[in-house]
């Protein structure tokens, strides 16, 4: 389900009077692979709901050319597919620190890769934004496979368009 931020923050308030844990994930997720379906599921661990904020094209256009390769409203679709998320909003921040915020998940997962990364000014930024109320920031396994950067990077190098 496509919905808004101010949604998720609304439904993730009430999943909490219910009891419930809220977890949310946050990023890009353009070329969905099997490392983003693996991390959604162990980010919903020992939580009732789970939401995940897709950052725009302009963001997400940083990670390199040719990037995004899915337009924001496809790649919260394909998301919004999955049966392990509950809801998607796409958001326009450079960070997750303004979906934190709203929605106060009690779980905020990131991907293992964040975690052996040297501290960076956005992660920081989650980290207080999480801080100010209690929330816990999880880093959630590995997994032998591509990344959605070095998944482009074949697509383009070996097969090009077309190409199958």
């Excluded at 256009?61 to 597919?81: E, I, N, Q, T, Y």
């Excluded at 009690?106 to 980290?127: C, M, N, Q, T």
Aim: proline share 5%.
């Amino acid at each position: 389900m496509l919905v808004s931020l101010e949604r998720l923050a609304l439904m993730a308030a009430a999943a909490r009077v219910g009891g419930g844990r809220v977890a949310l994930c946050h990023g890009c997720f353009d070329i969905l692979h099997p490392g983003h379906v693996y991390h959604l599921q162990l980010a919903r661990v020992g939580c009732s709901r789970l939401f995940v904020t897709v950052s725009s094209d302009a963001v997400c256009s940083k990670k390199g050319a040719g990037r995004p390769v899915f337009p924001a409203p496809v790649r919260a679709a394909m998301l919004a597919a999955l049966r392990v998320v509950d809801a998607v909003a796409l958001v326009s921040g450079e960070d997750a620190v303004e979906p934190i915020l709203e929605i106060r998940p009690d779980v905020y997962a990131k991907g293992w890769d964040r975690a052996i990364e040297p501290a960076s000014s956005r992660l920081e930024a989650e980290k207080s934004a999480l801080a100010s109320y209690g929330g816990e920031m999880r880093f959630t396994d590995a997994i032998v496979g591509g990344s959605s950067t070095s998944l482009a990077s074949f697509f383009s190098e070996q097969h090009g368009p077309d190409q199958g």
